[in-house]
């Protein structure tokens, strides 16, 4: 089922809900599409159902046709801050995937303090180089190589 939601505005009185003026609603109605409708090749690369975690992995870091072609066009390195995090790794196993299918020898940089070791380590089996940097101090940073392509994922706890 897909589900398609219309915003209205409308115009309550203030003994309905409180407010003095238009309110948003939300109306949601369930449409059911047709199975002939979806795109056959979604259909073969997603699995229905995923059972373990290193499937997960493996669906999540499978590079699509427009990311293959995207890839083509960046100048290596390209370095990904903040890679320790939680999209990161997977992030940066996705491009390292694409640049692998698509011909090209782009070198993917994880960039992170990498309290987690074991994030670095699958990173690095699976072909993603590593950088063990404190963003917060400028000679770590300075130690990180030049690059025209940087994706920033950094995050500041507090």
Known sequence: MAVRAAFLNQLWDREQNGCPGPAN?????????PLSTRPATRARTRPRLIRTEPKLEEVLTRPG????QFIKEL??????????????????????RAAEVAGHGLE?????????DSARR?????????ASCDLLDASSVARLPDALNIIYLVGLKF
């Open 25 to 33: 609603r939300v109306f949601v109605e369930a449409v059911q599409k």
């Open 65 to 68: 046709a427009g990311l293959i």
């Open 75 to 96: 100048a290596s390195p390209l370095l990904i801050l903040g890679a320790g995090g939680k999209m990161g790794p997977t992030l940066c196993v996705l491009a390292r």
């Open 108 to 116: 993917v940089v994880a960039v992170s303090r990498f309290s987690d």
């Open 122 to 130: 699958w990173l690095e089996a699976l072909g993603v180089k590593t």
